[in-house]
């Protein structure tokens, strides 16, 4: 039983060094020659003028909701629809009522505006 254990600790061992090594490596063997104009704020090419910070608007953030909702909503769909014909009646009435619910924040987003691009 405990060598079952050995190979998913040697797998997670070489999982974990395969992207490790080489970023060591690279962060030791690496030239270090800082100077003021490879430490400054690169801003296509023009000098940074003012606060470099930018404030992005809060709909960006609303677009990026909605799709990991619907996109969980795929994930959690698919294992539904594989098992439809095991589920019954049950399956298919918490089904729905998942579906009503997103569709009710569907629409909410709609009216709010939140889908608008501006």
């Known amino acids: ?5 050995a190979f998913v600790g040697v797998f997670l061992l070489a999982a974990l060094s395969f992207p490790a090594v080489p970023l060591l490596l690279a962060f030791f063997l690496r030239p270090k020659r800082p100077t003021p104009v490879k430490q400054s704020t690169y801003e296509c090419g023009l000098e940074a003028i003012g606060d470099i910070r930018v404030q992005f608007k ?4 609303l ?3 909605a799709f990991v909702i619907f996109d969980i909503e795929l994930v959690l769909l698919y294992p539904w629809a594989v098992a439809f014909n095991q589920l019954g009646l049950y399956g298919l009435s918490a089904a729905l009522i ?11 987003e709609w009216r709010k505006g ?4 501006v």
């Open 58 to 61: 809060v709909q960006y953030y």
């Open 98 to 108: 998942f579906l009503l619910l997103l569709t009710a924040g569907l629409v909410y």
């Open 1 to 5: 039983m405990l060598a079952n254990y």
């Open 63 to 65: 677009y990026a909701l």
């Open 114 to 117: 939140a889908l608008e691009w």
